[in-house]
């Protein structure tokens, strides 16, 4: 009975011993699959989060090309009272200057009908190469039936290009005055633009200035 036993008990090892390999190569097989796939799941998520924005936290309105690309300084009452100009900062330290929405010109009955960019000693618009303005520097004349206004530097630079499309195109300025109505192009010194970005006021401060909120 005994001798029986013995090798009903040596028949079991023998059975089961392969049995509980098999499971261990099989769970140690799962095991690596199991965490490449996860970690598949995971930079999945994670791409997801990348190309598609939670909804939740986006803008009501989508910033436009010039808040995306920019950064918005202005120069209110710019050497005289109601001479608005903005002073817009791409990362490359150019700046783009132009007239605010909020200057004289755009509330004289008629409207903005002439841009001369022969001030000063020289035209503007003729100019070949670069050359260094003060802030306060006149770039152009803009006209009115009525009047007419000086558009200033704004800040301390090289003058790089002025629009010479609103010699013919005057009504860029109503029609988009921020972008293709622009006046000049200015590329300041670093040095020389941290000392005027003192004196100027980002968007949030002049809509509040203005009262645009």
């Known amino acids: 009975?005994?001798?029986?036993?013995?090798?009903?008990?040596?028949?079991?090892?023998?059975?089961?011993?392969?049995?509980?390999?098999?499971?261990?190569?099989k769970q140690d097989e799962e095991q690596p699959q199991q965490s490449v796939q996860e970690n598949a799941e995971y930079e999945d998520e994670e791409l997801h989060k990348h190309l598609v924005p939670d909804i939740t936290q986006l803008p009501l309105i989508p910033p436009s090309a010039v808040e995306f690309n920019f950064a918005s300084y202005f120069a209110p009452d710019f050497m005289k009272p109601g001479n608005d100009q903005y002073v817009y900062r791409h990362a490359n330290g150019l700046c783009v200057v132009g007239l605010a929405s909020t200057h004289l010109a755009f509330k004289d009955k008629g409207g903005i009908t002439a841009v001369d960019f022969n001030v000063g000693k020289s035209d503007r618009s003729g100019m070949k190469n670069a050359q260094h303005f003060e802030s306060n520097t006149a770039l152009c004349k803009v006209c009115t039936n009525?009047?007419?206004?000086?558009?200033?530097?704004?800040?301390?630079?090289?003058?790089?290009e002025v629009n010479e499309r609103l010699i013919k195109q005057p009504e860029?300025?109503?029609?988009?005055?921020d972008r293709e109505g622009y006046i000049a192009i200015i590329m300041p010194k670093p040095a020389d633009w941290l000392k005027v970005k003192a004196s100027l006021l980002s968007l949030e401060e002049f809509k509040k200035l203005r009262a645009l909120c």
């Open 1 to 25: 009975m005994s001798d029986v036993m013995v090798d009903h008990t040596q028949k079991l090892e023998e059975t089961a011993v392969p049995k509980n390999l098999e499971q261990q190569d």
């Open 146 to 160: 009525g009047d007419s206004y000086i558009v200033r530097c704004c800040v301390k630079g090289s003058l790089l």
């Open 172 to 177: 860029l300025l109503h029609s988009s005055a």
